[in-house]
């Protein structure tokens, strides 16, 4: 389970977060819904360790993860696809994917065939450049290298921004299997 307890995040003096608390059962969905600029995607960061908490706690299956770095984060199995997609333009599909290994032992470094029963069209574009996809399948991409390094909590940021209505189904259909 994910627990943020009253949590205070700084950008500088800017106060993003504060006092936020949030919990995040196992094998549920939870989504964080506000208007712009009130900090959705601040409370993420801080869920993933990509930006330090200034006050509170974040416990992740019983464990304060706080101060824990990204990669600890990572390796711990949260997964984050943030907004924006950030796919590797000039890596081919494949290589994209291959990001994700870099927090499974060697043994575990393989692409699971699941990837391809989850997103088929990333199958047949595995030599592509990830730059040249569109932005639904650069988001189906990013979700895929997630689902790589085999997460037990995917952290997902406007993950059907900008995107056609039936690959925002797809993806929709993807987190209701993945849950």
């Not at 990669?71 to 994700?100: C, H, K, M, S």
């Not at 989850?118 to 990830?130: A, D, E, I, Q």
């Amino acid at each position: 389970m994910l627990e943020v307890d009253h949590i205070d995040l700084h950008y500088g003096a800017a106060i993003a977060l504060r006092q936020v608390s949030i919990t995040a059962e196992p094998g549920a969905v939870t989504c964080i819904l506000g208007r712009n600029g009130v900090g959705k995607t601040s409370l993420l960061r801080a869920i993933t360790g990509a930006h330090p908490i200034s006050s509170g706690a974040i416990r992740w299956e019983g464990y304060d993860i706080s101060r824990l770095p990204i990669y600890e984060r990572a390796r711990r199995g949260i997964a984050w696809v943030p907004q924006g997609r950030d796919v590797f333009p000039l890596l081919t599909v494949r290589e994209n994917l291959e990001t994700g290994f870099a927090v499974l032992a060697a043994r575990e470094r393989r692409i699971p065939d699941e990837i391809f029963d989850l997103f088929p069209v990333l199958k047949t574009m595995l030599r592509r450049r990830g730059g040249d996809l569109s932005g639904g399948q650069q988001q189906q991409l990013a979700i895929a290298r997630a689902l790589v390094m085999k997460p037990r909590l995917i952290v997902l940021d406007e993950p059907t921004e900008g995107i056609q209505p039936s690959i925002i189904k797809d993806i929709g259909r993807v987190i209701a299997l993945l849950r």
